[in-house]
């Protein structure tokens, strides 16, 4: 009896750890009092820990945004659309964008102006998507409700940065904040390597010796030189780190974060950068009034560290032409890390072009092994050129993929790549010249060794116009789906071999790219296929803004072992929880779990299918049953290792059998 005991106890605790209906966020409601007038209606979002919501702010075919609906009242009117706190901004890998999201608390709120007297009860909806490592949840609806009553007290105009605060208190989700350390590293090596980029170009390499000659020559001791060449490299730095700080105040981190989905400013941007591009290719010079450069070069007569900082800003004023186009667009790329990233990148930047001066004046005889200035520096910069033209295609790529015109997909885009690289290459073995370049006699051990870098990397583009993930630059790019084949250039969808080839497509089926999974997205029409065909059934409820649903798609289902049973050995039904179609008149019924609400969308019966039978809502979800829509083995959830998901699935395949 005891043995039964925790034999049943082992069973309940198991069940219960597995089937289980996660709510990681509750909302609260306030009133703020603005005047008499004006009111914000707050939504407080508290959220479990490891758990995070998205913006309202979302880019086109990424996670559900959150949103907010409210009741129309001749009592009252919205006055723009709700605010919200700052939040994390991360580089997501999965969907190729930057995503925003919130961690422990996020803040919205929705200004309103009243039209008639209080009390005054307000009512709206919330819908919203959350996450954690290793599921999404489907897109849930949350009645809010607001009491006026006109006692308020009045309170500053203020949207706080709850999420701000409370990570200060709190530890943060590891992978989140490991996310957000890793993009301002990137940015500021990205900008370090930048600032040596532009280091060696006409307009600042001859610099070099000239300054530190000066303050050498003008010094009365080697000590006082090195203070003054010091003084002159941190000048530089507070220069660049002002203007990074000058950018973020201005616009905000909203403000930034937005732009890299912003339709105009990336078609703006993308004509900036072949305007740069051509300029570094020798077509014109971009340059700042003359006037400037001669009011700060009178600036630095005064001499101390006031006419020490005006010389470095005039070296600022001087090398705009060659430094502008990278700074402008590291600005850009920077707005990634928030308000704090432009900082970051310019503090990068300046960095890399302060530290030879010091250590040259530190060290004036290695001002010897300098090379002497000359034809290779105009390499360097047309080089920059090159670069600039190819980034500059990932800004109308941007564009594109949000208005989803179709107009640059995966194929153009590389093949615009591999031209841009092929040319680079072509130039660097001196096959092309440019104007302003100097007759070539030879080609130098660097030239050629950039060369045949830039000529790999032009031939490893080229399979990617069949198909090939090219993973090495697969932040650039349009996703592989966003092509005029997704299956790759003279691929056949039915598969490799004759017998497949005939093969017609059931009934409410369709080949998931690239690697042809026959897959049903309705229910009841996947099992009459499995009836037919005497298949086990393998339900997947997804979702298509679910990043973990992505990775078991891109690292766990393509594995051989895994592909030949998803292709042959069961029958695929994707459940998709956050569909938005709506559901067909017939089919709008009484939702289970929300009395008095009706199913209006094809994902809310999916989701509340998945709630009801298996009792969880997490996403992915996967289940093997047989044809009398029993389970064949326990269902799993996010299933990383591929050994393990290919023995679960094996080991239901053999239960049906």
């Not at 010091?358 to 390499?379: E, Y």
Request: charge should be neutral.
């Amino acid at each position: 009896m005891k043995n039964l005991f925790l034999l049943l106890l082992s069973f309940t605790l198991t069940f219960s750890s597995f089937s289980q209906i996660l709510t990681p966020v509750k909302w609260e409601t306030t009133v703020e009092k603005i005047s008499e007038t004006e009111y914000n209606l707050v939504s407080t979002a508290v959220i479990d820990t490891n758990w995070h919501l998205y913006s309202q702010n979302v880019p086109d075919d990424g996670p559900i945004p959150t949103l907010f609906t409210f009741e129309k009242n001749e009592n009252y009117e919205l006055i723009g659309t709700p605010s919200e706190g700052e939040g994390h901004t991360i580089d997501d890998p999965v969907f190729n964008m930057r995503i925003k999201y919130f961690e422990k608390k996020g803040v919205f709120k929705q200004r309103i102006k009243l039209l008639k007297t209080l009390p005054l009860k307000i009512e709206g909806v919330v819908e919203f998507m959350v996450c954690d490592d290793s599921r999404c949840l489907p897109p849930t609806e949350i009645d809010l409700a607001f009491e006026l009553t006109g006692n308020e007290p009045i309170v500053k105009d203020e949207l706080k940065t709850e999420t701000k605060k409370i990570s200060k208190q709190e530890p943060e989700n590891k992978s989140n904040s490991n996310n957000a350390s890793r993009s301002l590293w990137a940015i500021f090596l990205i900008a370090f390597f930048s600032g040596f980029a532009a280091l060696l170009t006409p307009c600042v390499f001859p610099m070099i010796p000239m300054t530190v000659s000066f303050f050498t020559k003008q010094s009365k001791s080697k000590a006082v030189g090195i203070r003054n060449a010091i003084i002159y490299g941190l000048s530089i730095i507070v220069i660049y780190v002002l203007l990074g700080s000058l950018v973020s105040f201005i616009y905000g981190p909203d403000a930034l974060n937005a732009l890299s989905t912003n339709v105009w400013f990336n078609v703006v941007f993308f004509l900036l950068l072949i305007v740069f591009a051509v300029s570094f290719l020798g077509a014109f010079e971009i340059v700042l009034p003359s006037s400037w450069g001669t009011k700060v070069d009178a600036q630095a007569d005064r001499g101390g560290v006031i006419g020490i900082f005006f010389m470095a800003l005039a070296l600022a004023i001087v090398s705009f032409s060659c430094t502008g186009p990278i700074v402008g667009t590291l600005l850009v790329d920077a707005a990634s890390g928030g308000q704090i990233g432009p900082i970051v990148g310019m503090f990068g930047f300046s960095l890399a072009l302060a530290i030879p001066f010091a250590l040259f004046a530190a060290f004036p005889g290695w001002l010897n092994s300098l090379p002497k200035s000359g034809g290779w520096l105009n390499t360097v910069k047309v080089v920059l050129g090159f670069l600039e033209l190819a980034l500059a295609f990932k800004f109308l790529s941007n564009a594109d993929l949000v208005l989803n015109l179709h107009l640059l997909e995966r194929e153009v885009f590389i093949a615009i790549w591999i031209a841009v690289f092929g040319a680079l290459s072509f130039y660097l073995f001196g096959k092309i010249q440019l104007p302003h370049d100097s007759p070539i006699s030879h080609i130098s051990v660097g030239r050629l060794s950039l060369g045949l870098l830039t000529l790999s990397f032009t031939i490893y583009m080229i399979p990617g116009l069949w198909g090939a993930p090219l993973n090495l630059i697969s932040a650039f790019p349009p996703p592989q789906h966003y092509s005029e084949s997704p299956y790759g250039v003279g691929f056949s969808r039915l598969g490799t071999t004759s017998s497949q080839s005939h093969l017609e497509i059931p009934e409410g089926a369709h080949l998931m790219a690239p690697h042809d999974i026959l897959a049903f997205n309705d229910y009841d029409k996947g099992l009459a296929y499995a009836k037919k065909v005497n298949k086990p059934v393998l339900i997947d409820f997804t979702g298509k803004a679910c990043v973990n649903c992505r990775r078991m798609e891109q690292k766990v289902w393509v594995k051989d072992k895994v592909l030949q049973i998803l292709k042959n050995e069961v029958i695929l039904i994707s459940l998709y929880v956050d569909d938005k179609r709506k559901l067909p008149e017939d089919e709008i019924v009484d939702s289970k779990l929300r009395p008095g609400k009706k199913l209006k969308y094809i994902g809310q019966k999916w989701s509340e299918l998945q709630t009801v039978k298996y009792g969880t809502n997490a996403q992915p979800f996967y289940v093997l049953m047989n044809l009398n829509e029993e389970n064949l083995t326990q269902p799993v959830g996010y299933t990383p290792n591929v050994d393990e998901y290919y023995n679960w699935l094996k080991e239901g395949i053999k239960a049906f059998k």
